[in-house]
């Protein structure tokens, strides 16, 4: 597919996925899927076509017959043989473990010519060792040791380090060669074939140079491209000498990957802030933030970028959109593609997305814990996920975006429109009594809405806008025909340069637009008559840095709100919108101020709503008030009325009046819908001067937690118990209820079914896990049934190496999906 064009807005009308309009139901594929694979082996694999080979492309990177690996030698080798068992493209058995090569394998040593004739003399390379498990050189300086990988995975623009093996001792007339490939049809001059002369200047920033010649090993210290594509290389070695020409076979131990790099100056994606670093591209877990401004909500969400699979399924997702191998050096281009391939839209991506509340065919989006599960499920069937929302979308790209090199963190937005009509504003139409006209309000405000931000260069835009840039793989409109979103300049959201590339116009109006209320008068014409200036985008928060506290980084996206620079970024933006004259229509007269006010309330229990009105003015006013109070969906999309009250209030000068609506268990529980949300519309009228009231305020019912407990210390390598206790807060019968444990270097996404847990019954359930990576860790369990969701639990566990010294094990979880737990291990209520 060809890569997106630019575009500075996003076009088209609403989608037709299963989502926030809900109305196409969503069927499972036609097409059966694949069995599971079983858990796949951290150890290296030997022999045959991996699993990952099987399944993409992008990952298995070869793309040829079975004869591209050359011919079996015949004839007598030189004195430097070291026989069958030994010179293949691995490593040399005596150093670093046994070949991977099968007996009778196609990996043996050939010469050029192809004849397979080993001549006296030849430089052959019997072995290579590039330095590539977890404890090596390598992997330490590239931070990559904690990936659950064996294969040498480097960041580009940064030297690595490698051991040939050799029939005989180097010489300094023996030319040496390394090559890398990546791709069908690789080129040297789109960066697919890279050439590496030994000792000689290379093109582009790749060289290599001669470290020490030690007998028949040869050390090379190899220098990358800071520029160079990300993916899975294919390795080899050429040498000529005056005995001949020998080229190195392909050896799948030997492939490497290559990824961005954050810590290299050179390269468009450097960050110059170690903790950044650490917390934006190595950290496994981070929080999510949900809710309303005044109930913020949060969770504990596994990114788990470094587990077994998950970066063969972040390439393989790469692949699947076509991405063409040389556009992969540029992350404005990668982080396009991965915008749209996260959500199912457009492509077959990873998640489909659901907001109609119906999650029978998939999982509910606030039952997933992490993003493995989901990202490994999508590269073993190939098909969909079922179901994400915006935290999914973002939770995944965070995981893709920090495995690939991208310093990347998850963002909330809190009262976050979606403006339809790109007129930078949120319309809202009442009739000539101020009730609400539905068939014309298409604008939405959602309580919350998450993205991600990105750190890199933007040398596709002028000056001043490198740094973060906003990426959103949550499908609301399309751009550029795609369902994608960024990646935009935070500078030119803030700023109100809304014509700037990707999709600023619309971020720009999730952040920084009006909410405006629109009255139909007598003629049938509309008239503004009262305009929120501080409705949206009230307060955008991430995650801080080496804490699990929030951190407000509105200031980030938004000048001051009501300074003089916001309001110039709110109306030179709209002037480029779709209304550019919206403000020049606006009339009010205002003295009567309106707040509304909700108890904190947990789900299950009754709640007080009150409306506070004061008179700011000098005389009595007359106050006719209106109240309605629905369900709603996070998006803004709102279920019918189902109670409402209507008063009257005589206000003194300088007097406040409470009205207050109280509301029962009994009255709303049959109405609830995701995340427990409630909006209350108020619209009033002042009967002495016209003035109109308006607000909507939404509020949210908290759910319990899960308690985790670590019954023992946590060891690499040794098993662990952890406690889990619930209390249904709710007195009615929970069914169907499904546990989800999961942890980056302690426990494989895990699913327990436990039945039903009675009205207010408490429940114990006990699992062990074995951690395979020491230090601080992130176990992360939620609970999901039919009438509770959103319920979470997290433990720091912090587990000491393995006796001995040992970093990694290869231990294997105990992981088995859809685990039922008997009844005997639940508490009593």
Known sequence: ??????????????????????????????????????????????????????????????????????????????????????????????????????????????????????????????????????????????????????????????????????????????????????????EVGKGTHVIIPVGKGGSGGWKAQVIKSSGQNLNLRVYTSPNAIIGKFQFTVRTRSEAGEFQLPFNPRNEIYILFNPWCPEDIVYVDREDWRQEYVLNESGRIYYGTEAQIGERTWNYGQFDHG????????????????GGRGDPVSVSRVISAMVNSLDDNGVLIGNWSGDYSRGTNPSAWVGSVEILLSYLRTGFSVPFGQCWVFAGVTTTVLRCLGLATRTVTNFNSAHDTDTSLTMDIYFDENMKPLEHLNHDSVWNFHVWNDCWMKRPDLPSGFDGWQVVDATPQETSSGIFCCGPCSVQSIKNGLVYMKYDTAFIFAEVNSDKVYWQRQADGSFKIVYVEEKAIGSLIVTKAIGSNTREDITNTYKHPEGSEAERKAVETAAAHGSKPNVYATRDSAEDVALQVEAQDAVMGQDLMISVVLTNRGGSSRTVKLHLYLSVTFYTGVTGSVFKESKEEVVLAPGASERVAMPVAYKEYRVHLVDQGAMLLNVSGHVKENGQVLAKQHTFRLRTPDLSLTLLGAAVVGQECEVQIVFRNPLPVTLTNVVFRLEGSGLQRPKILNVGDIGGNETVTLRQTFVPVRPGPRQLIASLDSPQLSQVHGVIQVDVAPAAGGGGFSDARSNSHPGETIPMASRGGA
């Not at 998950?310 to 191998?325: E, F, K, Q």
């Open 1 to 186: 597919m060809p890569s997106p064009t630019p575009s500075s807005g996003l076009t088209g009308g609403p989608r037709s996925d299963v989502g926030r309009w809900g109305g196409n139901p969503w069927h499972s594929p036609t097409t059966p899927s694949p069995e599971p694979e079983p858990e796949l082996d951290r150890r290296s694999r030997r022999g045959g076509r991996s699993f990952w080979a099987r399944c993409c492309s992008c990952c298995s990177c070869r793309n040829a017959t079975d004869d591209d690996w050359g011919p079996e030698p015949r004839g007598d080798r030189g004195s430097g043989s070291r026989g069958r068992g030994s010179s293949s493209g691995g490593r040399r058995p005596d150093s670093r473990g046994s070949d991977s090569r099968q007996p009778g394998s196609r990996g043996s040593a050939v010469n050029t010519a192809g004849d397979g004739t080993i001549r006296e003399g030849m430089l052959v390379v019997t072995g290579v060792d590039l330095l590539s498990s977890r404890s090596d050189q390598n992997r330490r300086e590239h931070h990559t040791d904690e990936f659950e990988y064996d294969e040498l995975i480097i960041r580009r623009g940064q030297p690595f380090h490698m051991v040939l093996f050799l029939s005989r001792p180097y010489e300094s007339s023996d030319q040496v060669t390394l090559e890398l490939c990546i791709g069908s049809s690789p």
């Open 310 to 325: 998950v970066l063969d399924a972040c390439l393989c997702i790469l692949d699947r959109r076509g991405t063409p191998y």
